[in-house]
């Protein structure tokens, strides 16, 4: 493993998630700084992952040769700012940025440099090791570019992509569709309970359905997500239904609607922020 020393600055969900994969995968927690102006949440990651953890950003800064930026994107101004303020000399160092709506140019012109830099839209499931990242490249060295895979590789899968506003694809594909599979979800949940079924026995109904219905998907590579639903659906049968009931109500262009629409609010804080 390289002995780069890597900085969280804002260890919400998603850094906690990125740090527990790195050190589940062998990273040393030495080399692994976490910043966060919340005492709790850093008592936390030290306890979980024995990483470092300091409320100073910029001691953070200064300390790591990558700084992975991790706070909302409207708070991404003040911290860049901040680090601007810093006097740490930032201008060889490989910054990361997870977050959504913010271009290399514009986090660029935030940091005052045109420093090297890797966009990264990550999800949650990263933190059971169950990820996707989609990562874009601005300038980082090839050493770097294998040190940034290496790092995302620990929570689930990685693709990079071409273009930068592909990051803007990544969000609707992968970065934002968890909370529609749990959209999903919590509709069939609710109407099980509305069938009479108890809180928990719905929530175990539906959880494990869902787990099963991907593990089918992951394990069966050479049949197609169309043919696994049809082989549910029996001729003459109950899922025919509801499945038609479904495209009739147009779910499958509901889908792509809502995928355009978190495309198009990425593309709206690139403006805004
Ligand atoms: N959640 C998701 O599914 C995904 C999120 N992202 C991106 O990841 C980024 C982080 O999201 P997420 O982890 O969910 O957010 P969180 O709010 O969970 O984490 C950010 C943390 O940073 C802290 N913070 C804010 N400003 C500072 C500062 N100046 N110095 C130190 N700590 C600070 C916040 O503290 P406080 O709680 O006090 O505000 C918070 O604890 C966002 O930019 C988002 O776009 C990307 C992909 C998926
Ligand atoms: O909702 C958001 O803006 C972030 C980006 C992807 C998932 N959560």
Same mark, same amino acid.
């Given at each position: 493993?390289?002995?780069?020393?890597?900085?969280?600055?804002?260890?919400?969900?998603?850094?906690?998630?990125?740090?527990?994969?790195?050190?589940?995968?062998? !990273?040393?927690?030495?080399?692994?700084?976490?910043?966060?102006?919340?005492?709790?949440?850093?008592?936390?990651?030290?306890?979980?992952?024995?990483?470092?953890?300091?409320?100073?950003?910029?001691?953070?800064?200064?300390?790591?040769?990558?700084?992975?930026?991790?706070?909302?994107?409207?708070?991404?101004?003040?911290?860049?700012?901040?680090?601007?303020?810093?006097?740490?000399?930032?201008?060889n160092k490989?910054?990361?940025?997870?977050?959504?709506?913010?271009?290399?140019?514009?986090?660029?012109?935030?940091?005052?440099?045109?420093?090297?830099?890797?966009?990264?839209?990550?999800?949650?499931?990263?933190?059971?090791g169950r990820?996707?990242?989609?990562?874009?490249?601005?300038?980082?060295?090839?050493?770097?570019?294998?040190?940034?895979?290496?790092?995302?590789?620990?929570?689930?899968?990685?693709?990079?992509?071409?273009?930068?506003?592909?990051?803007?694809?990544?969000?609707?594909?992968?970065?934002?569709?968890?909370?529609?599979?749990?959209? !999903?979800?919590?509709?069939?949940?609710?109407?099980?309970?509305?069938?009479?079924?108890?809180?928990?026995?719905?929530?175990?109904?539906?959880?494990?359905?869902?787990?099963?219905?991907?593990?089918?998907?992951?394990?069966?590579?050479?049949?197609?997500?169309?043919?696994?639903?049809?082989?549910?659906?029996?001729?003459?049968?109950?899922?025919?239904?509801?499945?038609?009931?479904?495209?009739?109500?147009?779910?499958?262009?509901?889908?792509?609607?809502?995928?355009?629409?978190?495309?198009?609010?990425?593309?709206?804080?690139?403006?805004?922020?």
């Open positions: 493993m390289s002995d780069k020393k890597i900085a969280f600055i804002g260890t919400g969900n998603m850094s906690y998630a990125i740090i527990g994969g790195m050190v589940k995968n062998g !990273f040393a927690a030495k080399n692994i700084i976490a910043t966060n102006r919340n005492q709790d949440k850093l008592a936390k990651v030290a306890a979980d992952f024995g990483v470092q953890t300091t409320a100073d950003n910029n001691a953070a800064l200064r300390d790591a040769d990558v700084i992975v930026l991790s706070v909302k994107p409207q708070m991404m101004g003040e911290l860049c700012q901040s680090f601007q303020d810093s006097g740490v000399d930032f201008s490989l910054f990361i940025s997870v977050a959504a709506g913010l271009t290399v140019k514009r986090l660029r012109e935030m940091l005052g440099q045109d420093v090297k830099m890797v966009r990264c839209m990550p999800n949650t499931p990263s933190l059971l990820g996707v990242s989609g990562l874009y490249g601005a300038g980082e060295t090839a050493e770097e570019h294998e040190f940034v895979q290496q790092v995302f590789e620990c929570t689930g899968i990685v693709v990079w992509v071409e273009q930068e506003s592909q990051i803007n694809d990544i969000i609707a594909v992968t970065g934002s569709s968890p909370a529609y599979f749990f959209l !999903f979800m919590e509709a069939i949940e609710e109407k099980a309970k509305a069938l009479g079924f108890s809180d928990e026995d719905a929530r175990r109904l539906v959880q494990q359905t869902a787990l099963g219905a991907a593990e089918m998907a992951l394990s069966q590579q050479d049949i197609s997500i169309s043919q696994l639903r049809a082989n549910v659906t029996s001729k003459g049968g109950t899922t025919h239904e509801a499945v038609e009931h479904l495209k009739s109500q147009g779910l499958v262009g509901t889908v792509a609607d809502a995928m355009d629409a978190c495309i198009a609010r990425a593309e709206a804080m690139e403006k805004e922020l």
